[in-house]
């Protein structure tokens, strides 16, 4: 299936639409980042895994160090900083190549800060109704390690410390997790608004024929 569904996406009368994703995802189709193969030593691997958040982020060169600045959600990410040290080591570059394969029109859209939290809190709330506790209670209940729980992002690792009993209450695990999101919002928009390609559009006026204008002089291109 994969030839027709590549062949349908190339045809002219197609246009592909990437939506959502993190600001690295995006960025990696769109400016076409070359990735390297890891090279991975596993002796030293597992020599950096025993070592606590601090004693990484002290192993940095200058460069990784530059390399993060002031991105606090990579520099508190053990995963992120043994990948830098192997990197380093190993003589890699720190940054990926680009080779861009596609022209490609970015639109992104903006809230009011005050709207944007209420939304985030339907939303969470609106997860939780459908039974997220319920379906992470399952999964662990199966015998399964929340270590992998850990890694699907800020709903699932706070629900699994919720029953953990890391939260006193439901209200203060929802307020938690609530501020947690936010904060991530925060930092995806940080991100994003550093990509001057992108074209803003306000969601509280006129978005959907700021796009079409936007989209049929790229086309026209």
């Known amino acids: 299936m994969l030839?027709?569904?590549?062949?349908?996406?190339?045809?002219?009368?197609?246009?592909?639409?990437?939506v959502g994703g993190t600001g690295l995802y995006i960025s990696s189709v769109v400016r076409g980042y070359d990735f390297q193969e890891e090279t991975i030593d596993p002796a030293y691997r597992n020599e950096l895994e025993?070592?606590?958040?601090e004693?990484?982020?002290d192993m940095l060169s200058d460069e990784a160090?530059?390399?993060?600045?002031?991105?606090?959600?990579?520099?508190?990410?053990?995963?992120?900083?043994i990948r830098l040290l192997e990197k380093t080591r190993n003589g890699e570059k720190l940054?990926?190549?680009?080779?861009?394969?596609?022209?490609?029109?970015?639109?992104?859209?903006?809230?009011?800060?005050s709207i944007l939290h209420r939304r985030i809190d339907e939303r969470l709330k609106q997860r939780l109704d459908q039974g997220m506790i319920d379906e992470v209670q399952c999964y662990l209940a199966a015998g399964n390690s929340p270590e992998y729980l850990y890694r699907l992002g800020l709903e699932y690792r706070y629900v699994a410390d919720y029953l953990?009993?890391?939260y006193p209450s439901f209200e203060e695990f929802y307020d938690h997790l609530s501020q947690a999101i936010k904060r991530f919002a925060k930092r995806q928009m940080t991100w994003f608004r550093r990509d001057t390609a992108i074209h803003w559009l306000d969601m509280e006026r006129e978005y959907f024929e700021q796009a079409c204008k936007l989209l049929d002089r790229f086309l026209k291109k």
């Open 95 to 113: 940054t990926a190549q680009n080779s861009p394969r596609y022209k490609a029109l970015q639109l992104g859209v903006t809230w009011e800060k």
């Open 164 to 166: 953990d009993g890391k």
């Open 65 to 81: 160090k530059t390399f993060l600045g002031e991105n606090n959600s990579d520099r508190n990410n053990k995963r992120r900083l």
């Open 50 to 53: 025993k070592k606590s958040l």
């Open 3 to 18: 030839p027709q569904v590549s062949f349908l996406i190339r045809s002219p009368r197609n246009i592909p639409f990437l």
């Open 55 to 57: 004693e990484l982020q």
